[in-house]
């Protein structure tokens, strides 16, 4: 059974910092390509980051560039997203993703597994 677990989420002041973490376990974790979504209420989930667990290719929507970074412990089959600087837009449920059918990493459809979502609220 495919399990994504998310932590990491909390309440922080603007300017200040958060790590995500998000666990995976019960399927194929190489050659995969993982990635951060977000959700605040009444918007779209939106791609934040990707990363490929297979090479180092990264991807960040615009907004969090220079402020966010992805990374991975493959040893751990953990992906973890820090993010700096954050700013109260930065507010939503931020869910990991995995499991990659192909086409473009920003797109919610192309991820087979979901964790359950970690919240993250900044305030200003």
């Known amino acids: 059974q495919v399990q994504l677990v998310e932590s990491g989420g909390g309440s922080v002041q603007a300017g200040e910092s958060l790590r995500l973490s998000c666990a995976a376990s019960?399927?194929?974790?190489?050659?995969?390509?993982m990635g951060w979504f977000r959700q605040a209420p009444g918007k779209e989930r939106e791609g934040v980051a990707s990363i490929s667990t297979f090479d180092f290719s990264t991807y960040y929507t615009d907004s969090v560039k220079g402020r966010f970074t992805i990374s991975r412990d493959n040893s751990k089959k953990t992906v973890y997203l820090q993010m700096n600087s954050l700013k109260p837009e930065d507010t939503a449920m931020y869910y990991c993703?995995?499991?990659?059918?192909?086409?473009?990493?920003?797109?919610?459809?192309?991820?087979?597994?979901w964790g359950q979502g970690t919240q993250v609220t900044v305030s200003s």
């Open positions: 993703a995995a499991g990659w059918l192909g086409g473009r990493w920003s797109r919610s459809d192309v991820y087979n597994y």
């Open positions: 019960g399927y194929t974790y190489n050659n995969d390509r």
